[in-house]
């Protein structure tokens, strides 16, 4: 079984601060974990995505994520937080043996940026 | 690369009455999914195809759903009688590759749908 948590239902940071989004997976296997940013009133937008190799994944809009084997975690950072990243984001997690390549989601977590 | 399209953006109709949802996928995606996201339950997923074979409709909620898929360009969810209940985000998203693949599924921006 895959399960992914999202321990924080939303995070507060000032506009410049650094900002990190927890997430931590649990699965059978090597896992592949993504992250998603989902903009009021659009869809799921495609971050990054971990595989295989460097632990730190680097992706769009200057964010980059984390990935620890030990403590089962992909947390996402951005070094300096903008007010236009408040939104949405989840994070999610399948293996290579998933069914469908089905994804499992976190219940998501809200950013609220700052000025 | 006009992404995954899902019309319409909105719908409000009356408890009772069918609702079709429509998607057409990225073209050369062999995967479709299907998802409704409530506030109360987050992000859910109700079906999925590969190469437009339904495999796994086991996150279908009732009866009263179905989805089909008839080529590789278009997807329908269909709600028929729709129930106030069933009032949420509906979101398609496509993925290309075969099993075991590591790429992402893209999402169209989804039907708002609203049954009063």
């Known amino acids: 079984a895959q399960s992914v948590a999202q321990p924080e239902d939303q995070v507060n940071v000032a506009e410049g601060n650094p900002l990190t989004v927890k997430c931590t997976y649990s699965?059978?296997?090597?896992?592949?974990l993504f992250w998603y940013v989902q903009y009021p009133n659009r869809g799921l937008q495609f971050l990054l995505k971990?595989?295989?190799?460097?632990?730190l994944v680097k992706g769009s809009y200057g964010f980059e994520a984390e990935f620890n084997k030990s403590q089962t975690s992909f947390h996402l950072k951005k070094p300096s937080a903008l007010v236009s990243d408040s939104a949405l984001y989840f994070c999610?997690?399948?293996?290579?043996?998933?069914?469908?390549?089905?994804?499992?989601f976190g219940g998501g977590t809200r950013v609220l940026v700052k000025p | 690369d006009a992404g995954v399209i899902q019309s319409p953006r909105h719908e409000v109709t009356e408890m009772g009455q069918e609702v079709t949802l429509r998607c057409k996928p990225i073209?050369?995606?062999?995967?479709l999914f299907w998802y409704r996201q409530t506030m109360m339950r987050g992000l859910e997923l109700l079906i999925y195809?590969?190469?437009?074979?339904?495999?796994?409709d086991s996150g279908m909620p009732e009866d009263r759903f179905s989805a089909k898929m008839p080529n590789a360009s278009f997807s329908t969810l269909k709600i028929q009688p729709s129930e106030p209940r069933d009032s949420a985000v509906y979101f398609c998203?496509?993925?290309?590759?075969?099993?075991?693949?590591?790429?992402?599924?893209?999402f169209g921006d989804g039907t708002r749908l609203s049954i009063l």
């Open positions: 998203a496509s993925s290309p590759g075969a099993q075991g693949s590591n790429q992402p599924q893209h």
């Open positions: 699965v059978s296997g090597n896992p592949y």
């Open positions: 971990y595989i295989t190799g460097d632990n």
């Open positions: 999610a997690v399948r293996t290579f043996k998933a069914a469908g390549n089905k994804l499992t």
């Open positions: 073209s050369g995606h062999d995967y």
């Open positions: 195809f590969n190469n437009n074979v339904p495999i796994d």
